[in-house]
């Protein structure tokens, strides 16, 4: 048995990306098309291990013959299909979306954000400063994880991690409805009273940091965050025999987070509870290190 | 699925009323009370989790016996469906009229919309105030409740073993006396008390809504005023059920193909042509198929599809079974928007008197085909309309719409092909099968065939639902409502998602081609006429309040779009000179047309088009227009 399931080979699919030809199997998506001719198309709400919901619309691009403008994340590949990923009509809606995402969401740990808003020239400002926000204070009610929904985009990808995408746990879901939704337990009641197995794969898929190990969360806070200083190690977690990948961030000799290899075929970046948090007993080695 | 549950308990009273709609628990694994049996096997809940569909309605059913849904109520559904308690919560606050916390069994919803804006609302909701103190749990501002003829109006929901409502409108039958502020005087209070008339009185009967009631040469307000709503006798003595015989004697193919040649398109807001969507449904291999008839009427200033369903109800039991049996359904669900009690009454009444007469059921008319329908109340939600998000719904999901393709055609309710058809739409079919295609397409222009129904409502003398064959100019139809009152300032055209017309514009022919040519939209058939004293900034103020409560969340550019769009209005009509004013317009279109773009859905690319044209076509924010108008 080999550990990469073979796949049937798929029919090939042209198509036109800025007016270069490019070729993609049959079920690609646009944005697979788009990365095919070289475009580095922005992304929050898409994943590499799930289906996306398409809800965040900064990956919009142009598709001829389409009236309005098509998610490069969620829309399939067609023969012929003629996409603009730079014309005007699409640059200023990734513009307004990042202008209307920054002016009402903390986007201070979501990687590239800030990157987007200098290349598409995004004024988030523009709103004033009455603009509402949906700030509100971090939710810290276990010692394993935190949600700071300030920092939430409503992307769906904790919602389909827990849920019906990955780990059947169904522990949260969209709460509310327009501006004041939320990602909320049942009544909103601390995830100790939830249904939360506490496997931490929401917050491997989390694009923004909104939910963060509380060990990362404690320490971003002391201003001793520091990634550049950390290491990255990939091993297997010792707990059961299933095999999961674990790797481990290291600064300073502590681990201080737990990650899996999104392209591992036993975990595809899922992990339970013992492999996500369970690492203390590396570090407790002695009373001295209480 | 591993459940874990709040173990809080329901009361007796809750418990019934869920167990009304779902039935006796069959085990203790689904709530009931636990026996020595249930100790010895685990149930997994594939069968309660295939009645997932089933969790609107029991919500309903809590809050319409209590007027709130508590944690325990809520838990118990959860229970009896195999539902994530997250997921339950998540749906039952998607919804405007569920409550999950403690209010009053008895809930007032002022309308404080469009049209009824247009005829005094404010003043009513200031009166209101006055006399039951500041909105919350017994009153509150509420969307358009498509009572728009007797506008300024409200509705109250009282909860209980039989849930009752009532109407109220007008509320202030005399507009000086309702406070209407003069011309100029764009916020003064009126002098002396606001007179709210709070007294409950029988509700009119729906033919009061159209004023052209009982004349001759109606095809689709026929039989409105001229039948007793509830007898299938009447109906079929007005040659009811003569259209589905006549489908069974053309077969499915046959009727499609009338459909397809009398051009009849949708009259929900889209304008797609019927008989391709029905031809398109009809050739899936994959069955079962269903019909959906979007009667979830929430564009503001639509009400003609209530009157429909109040005055003629079994004109579209009819005309429901006749696109299933074209389409290939033996199952066609009804959704009818929550804020609509009398039309639930009269359709569920007319589709009991159906299925006992063999006009629905196994062998309907004895021709060997089955056809029921089901009726499902929404729970005020605009976005349920959208024809995925009423699939969610229906299954019972947040009322979300999906991202297309896949279309309906392919994938709709249940992953399954489905036509979704609004009621307007559907009641068209059986005088296209009674005229054939030919004649029918004869009334009407080559681009828009057939009549029409317009709710007409706000400056005009005799608001109501009037039907005027296509290409009949918005003068015609102004002049059919008995003329503007007051100085006509504007026309909306097609809702909160339409556009404005000018005074100098009443030549246009409504029809699809004629509107589109100004720049307008026919939309659901709104035209709310706007004199000269109504506030034109405070109803764009409103027109987008409205969207941003409607917005169901999911993309960032309307979820977030309709908030600034909301916030810029809200500062260009406080803003003293009109000269920094530009800033903010910049702003708008912007948003606008980001909006319009990428927006997933028909609401968010809708939201600015009407504040477009306002701010193009009227003018309104424009230097020249002095202060705002
Ligand atoms: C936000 C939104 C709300 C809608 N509300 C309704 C509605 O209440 N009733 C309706 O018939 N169509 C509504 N529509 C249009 C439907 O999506 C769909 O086009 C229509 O039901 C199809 O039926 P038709 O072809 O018979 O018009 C709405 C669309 C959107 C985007
Ligand atoms: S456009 Fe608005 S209503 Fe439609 S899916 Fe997006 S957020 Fe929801
Ligand atoms: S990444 Fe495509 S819509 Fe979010």
Redesign the pocket.
């Known amino acids: 048995m080999s550990a990469v399931p073979l796949q049937p080979p798929r029919r090939l699919i042209e198509m036109t990306v800025d007016g270069q030809e490019v070729r993609v199997p049959e079920g690609a998506t646009v944005l697979d098309a788009c990365a095919a001719a070289g475009k580095d198309i922005p992304t929050l709400c898409h994943g590499d291990t799930l289906t996306p919901k398409n809800a965040c619309r900064v990956c919009v691009v142009e598709v001829e013959g389409s009236r309005t403008l098509a998610p490069a994340c969620s829309r399939r590949a067609e023969p012929g299909m003629v996409v603009g990923t730079a014309t005007e009509r699409a640059r200023h809606s990734r513009k307004v979306v990042l202008e209307l995402l920054a002016s009402s969401t903390d986007l201070s740990t979501t990687p590239r954000a800030a990157e987007w808003i200098g290349e598409y020239g995004a004024r988030p400002d523009r709103f004033g400063p009455e603009a509402a926000t949906v700030a509100q204070p971090p939710k810290v009610d276990n010692d394993l994880y935190v949600r700071d929904y300030a920092k939430c985009i409503l992307c769906y990808k904790c919602v389909d991690a827990c849920g019906e995408q990955w780990q059947n746990t169904f522990a949260i879901a969209v709460a509310g409805r327009g501006f004041d939704a939320v990602i909320s337990t049942e009544h909103d009641a601390p995830l100790t009273d939830s249904a939360c197995v506490y496997c931490g794969n929401c917050v491997e898929v989390c694009p923004t940091g909104a939910l963060s190990f509380k060990s990362e969360f404690d320490m971003r806070a002391a201003g001793e965050w520091d990634e550049p200083r950390q290491t990255q190690t990939t091993t297997i977690c010792s707990y059961c025999g299933v095999g999961c990948n674990l790797t481990l961030h290291v600064q300073d000799n502590r681990i201080v987070k737990v990650s899996s290899p999104h392209d591992n075929p036993v975990t595809r970046g899922n992990l339970c509870i013992k492999g996500r948090f369970g690492y203390q007993h590396v570090q407790n080695v002695g009373p001295s290190d209480g | 699925m591993d459940l874990r549950f709040r173990d809080a308990e329901p009361s007796a009273e809750e418990r019934a009323a869920v167990d009304a709609v779902l039935g006796p628990p069959p085990s203790g694994w689904e709530g009931g009370a636990r026996t020595e049996e249930d100790l010895r096997f685990a149930s997994g809940g594939h069968e309660a989790r295939d009645r997932r569909d089933l969790l609107l309605p029991a919500l309903h059913a809590v809050n319409d016996r209590i007027g709130w849904i508590s944690q325990g109520a809520l838990d118990y559904v959860c229970r009896r469906l195999t539902v994530p308690p997250a997921e339950a919560y998540g749906v039952a606050t998607f919804y405007s009229l569920f409550s999950l916390k403690p209010r009053p069994t008895r809930v007032l919803h002022v309308c404080t919309d469009l049209a009824c804006r247009a005829r005094g609302a404010e003043a009513v909701r200031r009166g209101v105030a006055e006399a039951l103190g500041p909105p919350g749990a017994s009153w509150r501002p509420s969307p358009c409740l498509g009572l728009c003829e007797r506008a300024p109006a409200a509705l109250a929901l009282e909860a209980g073993e039989v849930p009752k409502a009532a109407v109220y409108g007008p509320m202030a039958p005399d507009r000086e006396a309702a406070g209407r502020p003069g011309p100029g005087a764009a916020d003064d209070a009126p002098a002396g008390p606001p007179g709210v008339d709070l007294t409950e009185r029988p509700e009119p009967p729906a033919e009061h809504a159209v004023p052209q009631a009982g004349r001759d040469g109606l095809v689709l307000l026929r039989r409105v005023g001229r039948v007793d709503p509830a007898s299938l006798d009447d109906y079929r003595a007005e040659g009811g059920y003569a259209a589905l015989r006549r489908a069974f004697a053309l077969g499915p193919a046959g009727v499609v193909r009338e459909v397809l040649d009398s051009g009849l398109?949708?009259?929900?807001?889209?304008?797609?042509p019927?008989g391709r969507?029905w031809e398109a449904a009809a050739g899936r291999p994959d069955h079962p198929h269903y019909l959906?008839c979007?009667?979830?009427?929430?564009?503001p200033g639509?009400f003609k599809?209530r009157v429909i369903m109040e005055g003629d109800p079994y004109a579209l039991v009819e005309a429901m079974t006749i696109a299933g049996y074209a389409t290939g359904c033996h199952r066609g669900y009804l959704y009818i928007?929550g804020e609509y009690p009398r039309a639930v009454r009269r359709m569920s009444h007319a589709i009991a008197a159906a299925r006992s007469r063999g006009l629905l059921g196994d062998d309907v008319m004895g021709q060997g085909y089955a056809f029921d329908i089901e009726l499902r109340r929404g729970a005020g939600a605009?976005?349920?309309?959208?024809?995925?998000?009423?699939f969610n719904s229906i299954e019972g999901y947040r009322g979300e719409?999906r991202s297309k393709p896949p279309f309906p055609v392919e994938k709709g309710l249940f992953g399954k092909p489905t036509v979704?058809?609004?009621?307007?739409?559907?009641v068209n079919v059986p005088p296209i099968l009674l005229a054939g295609a030919g004649a029918y397409a004869a009334t009407g222009t080559a681009g828009s065939t057939g009549p029409k129904l317009f709710c007409v409502s706000g400056a005009v003398a005799r608001p109501g639902v009037y039907e005027v064959p296509f290409g009949a100019t918005l003068r015609d139809l102004l002049g059919l409502a008995g003329g503007t009152t007051g100085t006509l300032r504007a026309v909306l055209l097609g809702g909160a998602?339409g556009a404005f017309v000018r005074p100098g514009e009443l030549d246009v022919p409504l029809t699809f081609e004629g509107t589109r040519a100004i720049g307008a939209t026919l939309g659901?058939g709104v035209v709310l006429a706007l004199d000269e004293s109504v506030d034109l900034a405070g109803i764009l103020l409103r027109i987008a309040g409205f969207f941003r409560d409607?917005s169901c969340g999911q993309c960032v550019p309307c979820r977030v779009g309709t908030v600034r769009q909301e916030e810029a209005l809200h500062r260009l009509s406080l803003r003293p000179a009109p000269g920094d004013a530009a800033g903010d317009l910049a702003l708008l279109r912007e948003v606008g047309q980001a909006m319009r773009d990428a927006s997933i859905?028909?609401?968010g690319?809708?939201a600015w088009n009407a504040v477009e044209s306002a701010i193009d076509r009227l003018g309104v924010f424009s230097p020249r227009e002095g202060s705002p108008a």
């Open positions: 398109v949708g009259r929900g807001g889209a304008a797609f019927t969507k959906v979007n009667a979830d009427e929430s564009e639509t599809d928007r605009y976005i349920c309309g959208e024809e995925t998000a009423i719409p979704v058809n609004n009621v307007e739409t559907l998602a659901s409607e859905c028909g609401l690319q809708t």
